[in-house]
């Protein structure tokens, strides 16, 4: 595809419980990064992936948060054990090194 | 830490009117971007700046290294330019990640 894809677009689960989120990035981009933005708070960075180097992790919130980028493309956000604080707009990004970022739609996440 | 300041919070303006949002930054961020957020939340890339200026359309992004000190200006605003209009910085290369600021929620009233 031509942009950044996030799946699932919409995401309402049960304290408590583990949710997956995918990002597929744009073919070729060489980073991919995580951000989050609560409801009216601004964006925060998450974790960041560059090439084939150890990720960048400073900003998971806590150790139930976690992710992981395959083959160098597509990443999946995992949080375990969910709790109504995480809720939020998941959104990922990814770019050429050192150069713009091209944001995905995002996954609205609702933990009840 | 990398931190990000931006101004105003909150901006009203007629259509026509010349926009200025002004945002300042810390030691370690070497790049500044610019990025828009329509309602619906979609973000959009506008500029990203290292040194002098860039324009698009009726958008232009200046950066002041020295000052540490970006603005995002738009000329002759349009309704359709109603958007939150974000500035973050990032370090240089394998430290890119985005400290983002408060953001400046623009409505161009016809």
């Known amino acids: 595809g031509a942009g950044v894809s996030q799946s699932p677009s919409n995401k309402v689960t049960e304290k408590g419980k583990d949710v997956e989120l995918r990002c597929d990035p744009i073919s070729g981009h060489t980073a991919l990064y995580w951000y989050r933005q609560s409801l009216g708070q601004g964006l925060e960075f998450l974790i960041y992936f560059q090439g084939n180097s150890a990720p960048d992790k400073s900003g998971l919130p806590s150790d139930r948060f976690s992710a992981e980028r395959t083959g160098g493309s597509v990443s999946t956000l995992t949080i375990q054990r969910t709790q109504q604080e995480d809720s939020a707009v998941y959104l990922c990004a990814s770019s050429w090194t050192s150069s713009e970022q091209f944001f995905g739609p995002g996954t609205r996440l609702t933990v009840l | 830490k990398n931190e990000v300041e931006q101004s105003p919070q909150n901006l009203t303006a007629q259509e026509g009117e010349f926009i200025t949002i002004n945002c300042s930054y810390s030691?370690?961020?070497?790049?500044l971007h610019w990025l828009q957020q329509h309602p619906g939340g979609g973000i959009v890339s506008l500029f990203m700046?290292?040194?002098g200026k860039k324009k698009h359309g009726r958008l232009i992004a200046t950066i002041n290294i020295q000052e540490k000190h970006s603005s995002l200006h738009i000329t002759a605003s349009h309704p359709r330019y109603s958007a939150v209009y974000i500035c973050?910085?990032?370090?240089?290369?394998?430290?890119?990640?985005?400290?983002f600021g408060t953001g400046t929620r623009l409505t161009i009233i016809p």
């Open positions: 030691v370690g961020i070497s790049a």
């Open positions: 700046l290292s040194s």
């Open positions: 973050a910085g990032g370090g240089g290369f394998g430290n890119e990640k985005l400290t």
